[in-house]
């Protein structure tokens, strides 16, 4: 029997990625499809892609109506709006995995610093699982309620918390410079994301205020088990898809390139969708896929860990339906491979 799913805000790139992988996963039924607006357009007018594979409209559901139609939600509304849908659904009894900010920050205060807006469902910070099965599978196995991290924050994150885990590399001075295709932004349209702004060039943004970097400096801090501020830079690079991160950080002890990736590879041995590689990892090598690439050099005595992730998948939709499957007990890979 298969599983019954609804994605909330299904208008944007990641219902649409969402609506994708689940369509081959055989396991999922896609049951409804939320939206905001009042109005209730056919998906296939919302996503001519899925003309024909999908006959759906996107309609404004209550949590209620969700729950007749589902048995897990996809939640992709903005933050804050997230959190007012997600404490109703859970309230009907449906596991949820949300792929908004809301859940990810364990402290209100930092949260509301960060997003400058009132929590709107701050009681369950503390409950919320942190959705990056290779840190807590376990976990999300047992959870009703999946935060599915960021796209920058999974890319440094799976390429970084290993090596300070194993005391590898210090947390001290952590360096990680990420470029992210245009998608990144969301469908909304906004200024610096129009074609003549952004093709042809590549800008840094959020220098110091990207909301991700308290999101990376929180796992980074468990893994090294004492304070770590990371600088964080992200850049927009005229592309499609991708996130391709370097982080820089001081040895904790003398090792060469060669113990970096014994590490590495030691810690995701058995994960079925992170390759520690040899060669230097490309966006266009994951493109599409729910891969991590990650490999590790020392130079100058410092640590390069490179690492590149499909901002759309791995870093959003494609995790979303990894969380998904090991919350319902199937295959993790199912729709993903």
């Known amino acids: 029997m298969k599983t019954r799913v609804a994605i909330l805000g299904a208008s944007g790139y990641t219902g649409l990625e969402l609506a994708r992988l689940l369509l081959r996963h055989p396991a999922a039924e896609i049951t409804a499809l939320g939206t905001r607006s009042e109005e209730s357009p056919h998906v296939s007018e919302v996503h001519p892609s899925l003309t024909g594979q999908l006959d759906l409209r996107l309609e404004p559901l209550s949590a209620k109506q969700l729950a007749e139609r589902a048995d897990a939600v996809f939640c992709c509304l903005?933050?804050?709006?997230?959190?007012?849908?997600?404490?109703?659904?859970?309230?009907?009894?449906?596991?949820?995995?949300?792929?908004?900010?809301?859940?990810?920050?364990?402290?209100?205060?930092?949260?509301?610093?960060?997003?400058?807006?009132?929590?709107?469902?701050?009681?369950?910070?503390?409950?919320?699982?942190y959705g990056l099965p290779e840190l807590y599978r376990d976990q999300i196995k047992q959870a009703d309620l999946v935060a599915n991290p960021g796209c920058y924050p999974t890319s440094a994150i799976l390429a970084l918390y290993p090596l300070l885990k194993a005391g590898a590399i210090s947390g001290e001075g952590i360096i990680?410079?990420?470029?992210?295709?245009?998608?990144?932004?969301?469908?909304?349209?906004?200024?610096?994301?129009?074609?003549?702004?952004?093709?042809?060039?590549?800008?840094?943004?959020?220098?110091?205020?990207?909301?991700?970097?308290?999101?990376?400096?929180?796992?980074?801090?468990?893994?090294?088990?004492?304070?770590?501020?990371?600088?964080?830079?992200?850049?927009?690079?005229?592309?499609?898809?991708?996130?391709?991160?370097?982080?820089?950080?001081?040895?904790?002890?003398?090792?060469?390139?060669?113990?970096?990736?014994?590490?590495?590879?030691e810690f995701y041995r058995d994960e079925p969708f992170v390759d520690v590689i040899d060669t230097l990892p490309a966006t266009k090598h994951v493109a599409f896929t729910n891969r991590c690439h990650v490999t590790a050099r020392v130079v100058r005595g410092r640590a390069v860990v490179v690492s590149a992730i499909d901002n759309l998948i791995k870093g959003a939709s494609g995790a979303a339906v990894q969380n998904f499957n090991l919350m319902f007990g199937h295959d993790e890979i199912a729709g993903l491979i």
């Open 78 to 129: 903005p933050h804050a709006a997230s959190a007012e849908a997600v404490a109703g659904l859970l309230a009907e009894g449906l596991k949820v995995v949300d792929l908004s900010a809301d859940y990810r920050l364990r402290d209100v205060a930092v949260y509301e610093e960060w997003y400058k807006v009132t929590h709107p469902d701050p009681g369950r910070l503390a409950s919320a699982v």
């Open 176 to 265: 990680v410079d990420s470029k992210s295709g245009v998608s990144g932004a969301g469908r909304t349209p906004k200024p610096a994301f129009h074609y003549p702004e952004c093709n042809e060039s590549l800008s840094a943004y959020g220098v110091g205020t990207h909301r991700h970097m308290p999101e990376i400096d929180q796992f980074l801090t468990e893994a090294a088990g004492n304070a770590v501020e990371v600088i964080f830079t992200p850049h927009l690079i005229p592309m499609d898809r991708g996130i391709l991160s370097t982080s820089y950080a001081s040895l904790a002890k003398g090792t060469d390139t060669g113990g970096l990736l014994e590490v590495l590879r």
